[in-house]
């Protein structure tokens, strides 16, 4: 059961598809020579969205969750890339400590986690788990959906304060997969000793989604013109807009213009492509995660005229944390279906390898709607022949693997983008 | 159809299994750690042989054919490997050039070559082919079974002499997939500027098999001692003997007593296992390849009473080497079937991953003979499953990826092996 889109798709992706496959080996050595300039990130997810005219990534996150959903026999894939990753950062590492979320109740998450701890424990770490949640003051229990059992245990300065482990456990890398929604904790800082990945400012109390796509502008931008197609093809435009206040309806009318800014750029380009569809954008918190402060607009109008329950539903997100800074970006159809539900890929990448992926599937929402909804059922796909290498003879659109070398490509754009993003906003380089 | 053990293996190989899975986290890093120490061949193949109370390699290939027999969903982790080991020789590369056999009628290796490009290309390399032979001075078409044609053109140097390349392609790397039994060509000496892997002490004219297994009998040693097991379950006794000429019937007495010495080693680990076959040596071309000069004796008295024929089959091997020295080898069994037919799993690396393998499945030989036989019937069988991590939890001999995975882990200890060897041998470092 793989998804197909419903509606044959347009020249522009399929001429996307094509130049990709026809230019693997200049994509590649692109990529190669990127990644002699930056460092990846240990892990990411991207989400993208396939809209027929037009493919774009609409979510980088730094934190994975969902390794679960990965099919398990790409799993040696994620084990060769930790490897690869594990041998930069500390080629002597024995201990390696994993944050997780304080999710302790969500058995997908712990799911995702468990699976993490076997890819990492396959490239020879030893892995335990530490809990950053100052409430959790003793060993805390876990069982898995498989039955086994682990104990997390509350996150410590070692080593008169120099390092961070737990109480008989001494890492030399700490894996964060908590991106930090609840503040940067204490018992974090000041790590000199030890590499922590990614680093403290890739966490949501740092990092914004606005400087992820500046830098995914100029990441496409070379791209583009490498490969000689127009940037927007892969890239949605977008905007930031700070100051506002959902909840005291402040800043709505700067909202409104910048909605409006977008809004008339995308209708610029459906016109020249001869798009037929509606312009939409989605304003999200800057700094949110979790599906959470998210929107459709498709008029400025809108924005100046929400109800409580919306303004209530952008005012907080994910631990509490009070959204200010909104980014405005424009919306990427999804004409992906599995059955009649809207479906999005999500590809998985360790270090500078794509590990995987799967569709992410919600029978709920419409074409035009963020799928990542608390609460919403979603059922994972995973990409399936995605195993198999590109088929440079096949008709554009007809082979799956060749679909998926596409969105390994453009989430590898997005992956070189957090890159430069994370480099651009260390605190230490500034 | 999966091989299966037609007996149930004895508990000293299921005692290996099951330490290496339960010790996995250690067995990787302690790779890890030599890989800081080594760097690996570009690629190899090992030939195993599982004789249920011993698992051992007999060969291993620094210029390996066969890539088409591996399963096509593992050639990602192929392509993997092979951008990891790439970045690490020239990550500007953009051109490689690949020197295959001069065998362009044989479609079985061809297919292999064909394969080998795929997965160069999709690293991000434009792949050319150079011929060695001398013979050839014009370019050669040659068309691969599915239907795809291309040139291979005689090697020269270019740019004053300084580069190794063809009339209009300057490579970055040049990778031999040539044993060089023929000798090492006069185009391939003195290459400062471009990388040519494998070094050309790897070939035939310099290398030796009891260089490689005096280098594994040292990686051996160590592994063994980490992990508290007799080293003699992965390895073979060997012997070296110079100075032989079968076809005037000289170096007998020196053989039989080399053979005899070797006998004796083994049937003392036999007492001391209670094992009950019947142990014997495998004798062969110290620099030979392609299952050529092989033979199989179970007392030295064998060697003293040689027919024509089987001296004249020992005499001379790949392109007409005359053979002077031969390894003596303990004999190890292969207790692996396929129907009714004997069978050695083959396992494949790239850069210092397991990147796939397959069975050697040959209906005509007995268990303890050579099964890569010139003109031999030989059924490649890629692994099943390999593609999914071990299982900890599986009892010893029952899961088919805890078997690959022990397979993997001996094969890589013949690649480091491979390495130290290739260290020691460098004519540079004399």
Not at 12 to 30: A, F, G, N, P, Y
Not at 124 to 136: A, P, W
Not at 264 to 277: D, F, L, Q, W
Not at 294 to 309: H, P, Q
């Amino acid at each position: 059961m793989i998804p197909n889109l419903v509606t044959v798709m347009d020249r522009q992706v399929l001429d996307l598809e094509k130049t990709l496959i026809d230019s693997t080996s200049m994509v590649e050595r692109w990529f190669r020579m990127a990644w002699q300039d930056y460092t990846p990130p240990f892990y990411c997810s991207v989400d993208l969205r396939n809209a027929g005219f037009k493919l774009a990534p609409v979510d980088t996150n730094l934190f994975p969750g969902g390794f679960n959903n990965l099919a398990a026999d790409m799993l040696p894939l994620a084990v060769q890339a930790a490897m690869s990753a594990i041998e930069k950062y500390c080629p002597e590492a024995k201990n390696l400590l994993l944050i997780p979320e304080n999710h302790t109740r969500n058995q997908y998450y712990l799911d995702s986690i468990r699976r993490l701890m076997e890819i990492l424990r396959q490239t020879g770490l030893d892995i335990r788990l530490g809990f950053l949640s100052e409430q959790v003051a003793n060993p805390l229990p876990v069982t898995f959906s498989d039955g086994t059992k682990v104990v997390v245990e509350p996150v410590k300065r070692i080593n008169n304060g120099r390092r961070v482990g737990l109480d008989d456990f001494n890492p030399c890398t700490i894996l964060l997969n908590n991106d930090l929604s609840a503040g940067t904790p204490e018992v974090l800082k000041n790590v000199y000793e030890q590499s922590l990945l990614p680093p403290l400012h890739a966490g949501w109390t740092v990092r914004r989604k606005s400087n992820h796509f500046a830098a995914y502008d100029d990441v496409v931008r070379r791209f583009s013109r490498m490969l000689g197609i127009d940037p927007w093809l892969v890239n949605p435009y977008f905007s930031r807009c700070t100051d506002v206040n959902f909840e005291e309806k402040e800043g709505g009318e700067a909202l409104a213009a910048q909605v409006n800014a977008v809004l008339t750029k995308v209708r610029r380009k459906y016109r020249e492509y001869g798009i037929k569809e509606k312009p939409f954008v989605i304003i999200k918190a800057d700094a949110g995660t979790y599906g959470m402060g998210i929107m459709t607009v498709s008029d400025a109008k809108e924005v100046l005229n929400l109800n409580r329950r919306q303004r209530n539903k952008m005012s907080v997100i994910k631990d509490g944390q009070v959204v200010r800074e909104v980014l405005v970006q424009e919306g990427v159809h999804s004409l992906e279906r599995v059955n009649d539900a809207v479906a999005e890929p999500v590809v998985y990448m360790i270090d500078r390898y794509v590990v995987g992926g799967f569709y992410r599937v919600n029978a709920s929402r419409d074409i035009n709607e963020n799928l990542n909804a608390p609460g919403a059922q979603f059922v994972p796909l995973p990409f399936s022949q995605q195993h198999t290498l590109p088929d440079v003879k096949a008709e554009p659109g007809k082979s799956e693997p060749n679909r998926y070398y596409m969105y390994g490509v453009i989430a590898r754009l997005a992956l070189l983008a957090a890159a430069v993003e994370l480099e651009k906003t260390d605190p230490d380089m500034q």
